[in-house]
């Protein structure tokens, strides 16, 4: 079982920056940022393999997701945040990164809230 804790949430305006950090307890190949805004579903936003990272079109080219030298640490650059981008956001890990899905180990989220 891997425990993941996420930090760096906050409240910011439209055009600021934030940055993300999910630290796990183990090491798994795939790790992945997802988020979910009141009343939408969960959406998966960026994920990173050993060997590629993936974007969804509503982040690319605003956020980069990367893997630290400690491999269990996954961050989250959050650069021209948009009101849209508000949200719970999750880290994951364990799933399968090329269809962004089976994610077994989560962790409780931390809220951005871009005004």
């Known amino acids: 079982h891997v425990q993941l804790v996420e930090s760096g949430g906050g409240s910011v305006q439209a055009g600021g920056s934030l940055r993300l950090s999910c630290a796990a307890s183990g090491y798994t190949n795939c790790m992945g940022w997802f988020r979910q805004a009141p009343g939408r579903e969960r959406e998966g936003i960026a994920s990173v393999h050993v060997a590629y990272t993936s974007y969804a079109d509503s982040v690319k080219g605003r956020f980069t997701i990367s893997r630290g030298n400690a491999k269990n640490i996954v961050d989250l650059q959050m650069n021209s945040l948009k009101p849209e981008d508000t949200a719970m956001y999750y880290c994951?890990?364990?799933?399968?990164?090329?269809?962004?899905?089976?994610?077994?180990?989560w962790g409780r989220g931390t809220q951005v809230t871009v005004s």
């Open positions: 994951a890990a364990g799933g399968d990164c090329r269809r962004g899905s089976g994610f077994p180990y």
